[in-house]
């Protein structure tokens, strides 16, 4: 409930929704593995990724497609036409290509576990707020606030940012 009130709101959410977790070359393994598990049109690897990701990450069709493209270029996936659409399934290669690289898609997948962990989802979105909120009352008031008050905020979001960094560095 918390999560669809607040994380299916894209202005609550700042643009964080399409902030992908890979890095340039990832998504190759991880849609490799989902037309593992069956055939899918390109369509359907885009929602799959996005249910898995639980809305946080809806990869585009510019991204996808492509990335498609290339897998059977590479022999590791093959197309066939149905129903006037592309369905991918994968071929023996790319079988034997996910078995050679397994410990870059484990990592990968289990990167995608903790960064779209849905049992931080209450917090994050507390988090999110709190943040919207301080934005929001520094945008409407900041220019009526004295010199030495501005030097006060500046000094506590200062601080409360070192303070994060040490925390997310650890």
């Not at 200062?158 to 303070?163: G, H, M, P």
Request: glycine residues 6%.
């Amino acid at each position: 409930m918390y999560r669809e009130k607040f994380f299916r709101n894209e202005r609550f959410f700042n643009g964080f929704k399409h902030d992908s977790p890979f890095q340039k070359g990832d998504l190759k393994y991880i849609i490799l593995d989902l037309i593992k598990d069956k055939p899918r049109y390109g369509y359907e690897v885009i929602r799959s990724l996005e249910e898995n990701s639980h809305g946080f990450y809806k990869p585009s069709p510019g991204s996808v497609y492509p990335t498609l493209q290339m897998l059977e270029e590479m022999g590791y996936a093959v197309s066939k036409e149905r129903d006037g659409k592309k369905i991918y399934e994968i071929t023996q290669e790319g079988q034997d290509f996910l078995k050679e690289q397994s410990d870059v898609t484990d990592h990968l997948k289990s990167h995608m576990k903790r960064h779209w962990n849905p049992d931080n989802f209450e917090t994050i979105g507390r988090i999110i707020g709190d943040v919207s909120k301080i934005k929001r009352l520094l945008r409407s008031r900041i220019r009526n606030i004295s010199k030495e008050k501005l030097k006060q905020i500046s000094g506590i979001i200062s601080n409360t940012r070192q303070e994060i960094e040490k925390i997310v560095e650890e």
